[in-house]
T-cell receptor, first 112, second 113 residues
Framework: GAGVSQSPSNKVTEKGKDVELRCDPISGHTALYWYRQSLGQGLEFLIYFQGNSAPDKSGLPSDRFSAERTGGSVSTLTIQRTQQEDSAVYLCASSLSVGEQYFGPGTRLTVT | SQQGEEDPQALSIQEGENATMNCSYK?????LQWYRQNSGRGLVHLIL?????REKHSGRLRVTLDTSKKSSSLLITASRAADTASYFC?????????????FGQGTTLQVKP
C-alpha cells in the first residue's frame, strides 16, 4: 500500500509569508506526528495527533505554528509570518498504535 | 531538550567491518527505537526494543538496552556500502505511552567499498 506522502517536496518562500505543508498518512493509522529537522541535526518533535483526542502541541516553537488534522486523516502544518530560522525539513510520520512510526519523505522549507 | 545523545557523531569503516553506535538517554522509557535516514529525508524504522528487553536481533542488526545505565547500542555486522546513512535512536518516554518520540542527534556512518 501507499506510504506517508507529503507535499510540496520543496518550498521556497519569502520571509513574512505564510506556508502550508500537507501530510497524507497511511490509511487507517490513528496517530500522526510532525517533526522538524534542521541541517545536520536530529529531529525535533512539533505536534502529535491521536484519534479524536486533543493534539499534543507541546513541541510547537511559537504561536506562528499551528496544525490541523481533518477527518482523522490528512494533516496540514501552517507556519505564519515565516522567519529564516524556520528553514528546515519538516517530516510527518504516522503509526497504527504506539511503536514503529512510518515517515514521509519530508518537505524542505527555505525561507529567504 | 534532546533526550538522546549519540556516540560517535561520525563513523567511517571499511565494507565487511562491524559498526557500533551508542545512545544514552536521561529519563525512564517505554521503548527505544533505531531509525536510519538516507540523504536527509524520510526515516526508516529499523528496530524497537522495549524497556523490559535487554537484546534484540534483526538480520545483521543487534540492539542492546541497559536501563540501569540508560544506554543502548546498535551493532551492524558485516557492513555494506549500502549501510551508509545517518542512524538515530529515539525514545518513547511519555507517561501515557503516547508514542511521542524524542530523537538523538544521530550518528553518520560511512561504509567504504
Amino acid at each position: 500500500g501507499a506510504g506517508v506522502s507529503q507535499s510540496p517536496s520543496n518550498k521556497v518562500t519569502e520571509k513574512g509569508k505564510d506556508v502550508e505543508l500537507r501530510c497524507d498518512p497511511i490509511s487507517g493509522h490513528t496517530a500522526l506526528y510532525w517533526y522538524r529537522q534542521s541541517l545536520g541535526q536530529g529531529l525535533e518533535f512539533l505536534i502529535y495527533f491521536q484519534g479524536n483526542s486533543a493534539p499534543d502541541k507541546s513541541g510547537l516553537p511559537s504561536d506562528r505554528f499551528s496544525a490541523e488534522r481533518t477527518g482523522g486523516s490528512v494533516s496540514t502544518l501552517t507556519i505564519q509570518r515565516t522567519q529564516q530560522e524556520d528553514s528546515a525539513v519538516y517530516l510527518c510520520a504516522s503509526s497504527l498504535s504506539v511503536g514503529e512510526q512510518y515517515f514521509g519523505p519530508g518537505t524542505r522549507l527555505t525561507v529567504t | 531538550s534532546q533526550q538522546g545523545e549519540e556516540d560517535p557523531q561520525a563513523l567511517s569503516i571499511q565494507e565487511g567491518e562491524n559498526a557500533t553506535m551508542n545512545c544514552s538517554y536521561k529519563t525512564s522509557i517505554n521503548n527505544l527505537q533505531w531509525y536510519r535516514q538516507n540523504s536527509g529525508r524520510g526515516l526508516v524504522h529499523l528496530i524497537l526494543i522495549r524497556s523490559n528487553e535487554r537484546e534484540k536481533h534483526s538480520g545483521r542488526l543487534r540492539v542492546t538496552l541497559d536501563t540501569s545505565k540508560k544506554s543502548s547500542s546498535l551493532l551492524i555486522t558485516a557492513s555494506r556500502a549500502a549501510d551508509t546513512a545517518s542512524y538515530f535512536c529515539a525514545t518513547d518516554a511519555g507517561s501515557s505511552n503516547t508514542g511521542k518520540l524524542i530523537f538523538g542527534q544521530g550518528t553518520t556512518l560511512q561504509v567504504k567499498p
